[in-house]
């Protein structure tokens, strides 16, 4: 071992508390049945976490344009309101299958 005189910069984890979810996108494709979107977590310091992107497609998708009782009333068939992606996320996520 030898001594030095040296900086170095590390990059550690930092554990930060987010308290908010942003939709930040959402892309419809009807064509291929897809539904792409774009969401971020932001914190009351104005720090926010990368992108995630997220995919619905067969089975999600199908649920997300429907009219199921599984959304609050007033769901728009083939379409879908930000609280309607809030859903199918915590659904996606809470089933492992969040990208």
Do not use: W
Not at 36 to 51: K, M
Not at 61 to 85: A, H, I, T
Request: negative net charge; proline residues 3%; glycine residues 4%.
């Amino acid at each position: 071992m030898r001594t030095v005189d040296v900086q170095v910069t590390l990059n550690k984890p930092v554990l930060v508390h987010f308290t908010k979810e942003e939709l930040k996108v959402k892309m419809i494709d009807y064509d291929n049945k897809r539904v792409t979107v774009i969401t971020r977590y932001l914190n009351d310091e104005g720090e926010t976490s990368e992108d995630q992107s997220t995919i619905f497609e067969d089975e999600e998708y199908e649920l997300l344009m429907s009219q199921s009782e599984e959304f609050p009333l007033g769901k728009p068939l083939n379409d879908c309101r930000e609280e309607d992606v809030f859903y199918m996320l915590d659904k996606k996520r809470d089933n492992g299958t969040a990208s």
